[in-house]
């Protein structure tokens, strides 16, 4: 199945790993009525930028478990491939 990396620019003035820790959780919840599997995310709250792994038949599944989920739709996915 293909992988895609999200990327949530401006993420929320005054976002907190907490925060975020639950809005992963919303995500987990709703991945499987989409036949998505989050992978990793990270974090730069200086940059406001979080950035998640999601394995996913479309980059529009994986945004689907973002808009259902929470609203904090990413800004830009990309479909990528593992490196050695």
């Known amino acids: 199945m293909p992988l895609y990396l999200d990327i949530h ?7 907190t790993l907490e925060a ?3 809005a992963h959780q919303v995500d987990l919840d709703h991945q499987a009525k989409h036949g998505v599997t989050f992978q990793q995310y990270w974090v730069g709250l200086a940059a406001r930028k979080v950035f998640c ?6 980059a529009e599944a994986a945004a689907a478990v973002h808009r259902e989920g929470h609203g904090l739709l990413a800004n830009r ?8």
């Open 77 to 84: 996915i990309y479909e990528v491939v593992e490196g050695h």
């Open 20 to 22: 975020l820790e639950r």
């Open 9 to 15: 620019e401006l993420a929320p003035e005054g976002l």
């Open 53 to 58: 792994l999601v394995e996913a038949p479309s």
